[in-house]
């Protein structure tokens, strides 16, 4: 597999995804995982992937002593598994960047100069795909694309490339060419393309041409709540209802549509407070949104919660709300409704889908969702029934399911 993100250093969904679908899958039986990521930070939980580092794989021949690179990349990989590497260079990398090790640095993260690494990533792959004993390779979202297409090509193995997002939704609808192009790449050389929702499935048949039958939606799920999580107790410092908004504040998130909703509510009650968790490229505009309704003092932002944070933070709410314009799946509603909070979710959302126990509205409906958010602050009956019926449905939702759907399709693929 390879990927951009891995627990417990993630940005975003595709960390916990990635991290989730790995674990379940390798939970449903005789499964090996060699888990692919620019920068490993050390500290990943390496009990069912192993983990290897794009950082610290040579592409270019130095000469240095084992213990010097034990000294230099000890955190990251064994000095064995770097000297079995340096055996697979194939071709003439010398005139990359590289540094006293033959290998290529990485950011580990979504630098300026994203498009460079992403082609870097891709070369390095060809070298550990060459070094790994494997039957399938996986790429996960476009980042990686390249890195799949370049394994296949230097070992004939099939490729499955795993649509977690595409740039119609980051972009609604203005698209990145560059962006598009790695996509449509990815989608005519993988040998099949799981994606996560049936929203997301359409994407990829009408906006990018590609053969119904070679698309497969596997829904992501949750990881069960640890005991840890299970034994925060929600910090209150106010007696108003709780609203929040968690995710990254961007284009794609629809946070405007959340900032009128609360105003809305606000003009019929002034028991509640909205919180929006997270940062983004439209941060400040909603900071002047809610001055401009003038709700700022009913308004609180948080900026970006990690780990434990978000669960302090969700523990903490009566609503969770995503009104996201175009959203492939949305795991946060499932993470919410798993320590009791209800929620409500855009319509335009794969999990949308899969979801029964919520509020789903159309995320351009403000007065729908005003309307979902008063009757849950301020209907007890209503609020019970989310919250229990909420819990009970998401905890049927587990990786194991989704990972024996793609162990299904790996088979189909190889059986051919």
Not at 46 to 74: H, L, M
Not at 314 to 339: N, R
Not at 373 to 385: D, G, K, L, N, W
């Amino acid at each position: 597999m390879f990927g951009w993100e891995f627990p417990p250093h993630i940005l975003g969904g595709l960390g916990t995804a990635s991290y989730g679908l790995t674990k379940g899958m390798v939970e449903c039986g005789d499964m090996d995982i060699t888990f692919v990521i620019p920068k490993p930070w050390g500290d990943e939980d390496k009990s069912f992937a192993k983990i290897v580092g794009a950082n610290c794989t040579p592409v270019v021949w130095k000469d240095v002593t084992y213990q010097y690179v034990e000294k230099r990349i000890g955190y990251c990989t064994d000095p064995q598994t770097y000297f079995d590497m340096r055996n697979h260079i194939y071709a003439d990398f010398s005139y990359m960047h590289t540094n006293d090790l033959g290998c290529i640095e990485f950011s580990g993260r979504y630098p300026e100069n994203l498009l460079e690494e992403i082609n870097n990533y891709s070369i390095v792959a060809g070298v550990i795909a060459r070094t790994e004993s494997f039957d399938i390779i996986h790429s996960h979202d476009w980042l990686t694309y390249p890195a799949g297409i370049h394994a296949k090509k230097v070992t004939g193995k099939p490729l499955v490339i795993h649509v977690h997002a595409t740039d119609f939704d980051r972009s609604r609808g203005n698209v990145n060419p560059k962006v598009f192009a790695i996509e449509k790449d990815g989608m005519n050389y993988a040998d099949h393309i799981i994606t996560v929702s049936d929203l997301t499935r359409r994407t990829v048949i009408e906006k990018y041409g590609i053969n119904p039958s070679k698309v497969t939606t596997v829904h992501n799920a949750v990881e069960p709540i640890s005991p840890q999580i299970e034994a925060l107790k929600p910090e209150r410092n106010t007696n108003d209802k709780v609203v929040t908004f968690l995710g990254r504040i961007t284009m794609q998130k629809g946070p405007e549509y959340f900032v009128e909703a609360a105003a809305k509510v606000l003009k019929r009650t002034k028991g509640v407070r909205f919180v929006m968790a997270g940062s983004g490229d439209k941060m400040e505009e909603m900071i002047q949104l809610a001055a401009d309704r003038d709700i700022a003092d009913k308004f609180h932002f948080t900026g970006f919660l990690k780990g434990m944070q978000v669960y302090e933070m969700l523990k903490s709410s009566d609503v969770y709300i995503m009104p996201s314009v175009s959203e492939p799946f949305g795991i946060s509603p499932l993470e919410a409704m798993q320590v009791g909070v209800p929620s409500i979710i855009s319509k335009q959302s794969g999990c949308a889908e899969i979801l029964n126990n919520v509020i789903k509205t159309d995320y351009w409906d403000i007065d729908s969702m005003a309307d979902a958010i008063y009757s849950i602050v301020t209907y007890p009956a209503m609020y019970e029934h989310l919250r229990i019926e909420g819990k009970n449905e998401v905890d049927q939702i587990v990786w194991t399911k989704a990972g024996q759907k793609v162990i299904d399709i790996y088979n189909n693929i190889l059986n051919h």
